[in-house]
């Protein structure tokens, strides 16, 4: 007899609907909902006046919010969850609302993958970044920014660069990495190298942040074009399933050999787990790529691993950098390398 329990259809019917919950997320944060919420709506009713919806269409959306885990109930009184009310709350420091509606014009996309992949456009190394303009970059930006930011704090909080000089932000996008880099340490120095159209973009983050006296900007292509030789540490930050395995290997190769003896470099991203069970979102960043009609795809903790060992780097490890979604694979370079 097999201990596995008899199979029903509850999983696939779940899974088989779950573009509702995403649409649930994108409506309520549309509607203001959870910073109504934050404001003191603590009912359907205020919900419905707070937002301009109807009474019946409030509390549809708050039954499914409530179900969801985007609204608790507390004492009879709405409340958000500790997550919904840093992330979700229009004015907090912390929203990310744009990042989280991010995707959205990709979702048609999303459900003709099996045309795309059976009739699609041939991919290309850049993909979707070979023809990018300036404005599109901001767009994408803008997204970026509301959750890079945070990332930068963490990376700050995690890595000690107390001895470093100059950090590489190699595909920095808005430099959020390299902010919070040369906010923490007055003495260093940071450039973030990213597509010409980018770092026009780049320099519009790093004024606001008042930082741009101290974080230079490179427009180029890093699959191929020189990196820059004067700096001991290197960062590159999710664009790990932009890129296959020969090409990711030849960036890190390549950013090696243009650290400085000593240097350091910090690959953060989406990685599967070695036996490619998880995480998902590992394996849907690889998919993605498909839509983006480039040569991309998941790359394992132990493929990165490889990728650092074979560019020469030392001391490689591997941490947890957002548990469960990002891992961060560090190495060193041999103090005598050239
Ligand atoms: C998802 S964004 C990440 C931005 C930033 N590292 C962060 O974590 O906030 C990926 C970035 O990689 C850049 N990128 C992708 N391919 C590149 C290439 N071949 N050369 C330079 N930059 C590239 C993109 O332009 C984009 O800014």
Redesign the pocket.
Known sequence: MSSEPRPDTTRLQRMARAYTETAVLWAALDLGVFTAVAEGAIDEDAVATSCRISQLDAGRLVVCCLTLDLLRSEGGKLVNPPDVARYLVKGEQSYAGPWMTFTRRDVPDWFLISELMTDGPEPTL?GM?GD?TVER?RN??NA??S??MG??RRFVRTVDLARRKRML??????G??SINVVKTYPDMTAVV???PP?VEVTREFLADNGVADRVDTIG??????PLPRDCDVV?????LP??DADVIAGVIARAHDALLPGGEMHL?GEMLDDDRRGPADAAMWGMNELLCAGLGRAHTVAECIGYFVQAGFGEVEVTAFVPGTLQRVAGRKAVGAD
């Open positions: 850049l970044y990018l970059a994408y930006h970026t920014y959750i890079g990332a930068g932000d190699l595909g920095g996008g808005s959020a990495y190298f990213d597509l980018v180029g292509d890093f699959t191929s074009d960062v590159m930050a999710s664009n932009i890129y953060i």
